[in-house]
């Protein structure tokens, strides 16, 4: 099916009830329909029309979702439709990202999840900002070299099957933020979560696709019956149904978080995976608790950004980077060589930092002030020459699969961004058929071995070692931007592993700097570049060719390959909020 056709399927979700199960017509929800119903919005007067590259697979001048009120954006539309309903029922910003997120566990399993973990970042109209760190903790029969094998070669075993697994923080994350700041009983925010398990939903071609292509591991590790019932997977038009998943959730609405960490469905699921050979005891889940963080503010041209303090590195990298290039008074033309270069040479220099000197701040001590310094930043920007810098020699400088966002604002303007994953898609790849739910494989984002790439290539060092209670450091960067007089701007974050990171710093700045619509920030060609491997990574046809021929004669070498990142993003505007899910998928945004 054609990726314009799927969207159509999948947007014309969010114009049903939030139960329903059956996609009426092909509609794009999203734009000029709910233009036309808001009268009192304004275009944002002062964006410039965006220029990209000829033969980019996207044209500038996008219309965006709009709503006066109430919004949000996530990479499921049946799950924005449940963030907005909830708010129409009187519920805030927290408590319709907490419905979300719970409806993304159930609508999107490829991502969504309650067998994973996550980060939320809250800015309440009254000016209170919190962020809390649901991420998963290593068990504690876990060790530094478990994923070493006999020959010393790095195993598989922290991507799949039974030990690749962190004890997982949703429940306790999302009932905790619900709990201090949302406004409605639990048992509401999860109800429509409990319908769509219960009742199902009608799986869509994007989905459909992706159960296809997971089918040998879900049959493999326990999702046979549901997944991929006869031996075939799942199809566009079925029905999925979850039982189990809602009588889960059901007793987290009752009882709370404890439902699932302690009693009776907390001991069926560890003894199910025990019986795989999995590590997660009842004592991991006694002792799991989520952290309520401060966040990282940051100033960026006059704008503050809220971000994702470790154990994310989101936070952390996103403002060195930003500190770096505010030094510059304006930075070159979009999609310039220019631009490529500096973009690309202050991720480059932030990763450096990241992958070496970040990790879980209760087992190592994290530079967080020098490394969001300003000053620290300009000694950095100074090294940025007129090459390319090998990364290698920025290292003794630096001495001195899948995931979802989800953006929502309300009608006082409070703010929330979170993302949550359970790592590749579908993570471990194991289903816990008594509980009804996948298990993440976010082991692997630690340092299974100094020096030896992860899933994502990146490579880290010993500051992210696995250690039992530990957090693996995380490249999720929910971020929440406020202008100049302190008022919510945008909300933004992404999936795409390190390329969380670049991607949604790109889409800030194409709206601070460069001044572009939300649409055509959210489909401007990216870049990315994580340090090692040293290659500046940019989207397929997202570079005019002589710009990569100046790039390569500057000693780039360029890795023209797939898409950066998959942003969900909102911006406040007069009469309302604009809302764009990344044009690279298949979300969408829904409001009132
Ligand atoms: O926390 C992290 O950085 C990774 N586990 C995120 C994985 C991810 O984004 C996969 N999605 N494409």
Redesign the pocket.
Known sequence: MKRGLALAVLLSTALAPVDAQTPRGATDAGTARALQKNKDYVAPPDRVPAHFPAGWRFTPGGAPFVARHAIVVSDAPIASRVGSEIMRRGGNAVDAAVATEFALAVVYPE?GNIGG?GFMVIHMADGRNAAIDY?EKAPLAATRDMYVGPDGKVTDQSLIGPIASGVPGSVAGLTAAQARYGTLPLSTVIQPAIRLAERGFVIDSAMARTFESYAHNLAEFGGAALFVPGGQPLRAGDTLKQPALAKTLRAIARRGAVAFYQGPIAEAWTSELAKQGGIITMEDLRRYKPEWRTPIRSTYRGYTLLAMPPA???GVTMTETLNILEGFDSLPPFGSTGWAHVVGSAFQRAFVDRNAKLGDPAFVNVPIKELTDKQYAARLRATIGTRATPTTSLKALGEG????HTSVADARGNAVAV?T?????FGSSVYLASAGFFL?D?M??FTSRPGVPN??GLVQGEANAIAPGKR?????SPTIVLDPRGKLLLVAG???????ITSTTQVIMNVLDYRMSLADAMSAPRLHHQALPDTLRVEARGLAPAVNDSLHAMGYQTDINGTV??VNALMRVRGGYEGVSDPRGSGGAAGF
Do not use: Q, V
Request: glycine share 14%.
């Open positions: 991502a973990g991420r994310s590195s989101g699969t899948h995931t979802t993302t994953t359970l790592n590749e898609l993440n976010e692997d984002d899933m994502f693996m450091l995380s490249a999720m992404s999936r795409g592993g390190p390329r969380i990142g998959r």
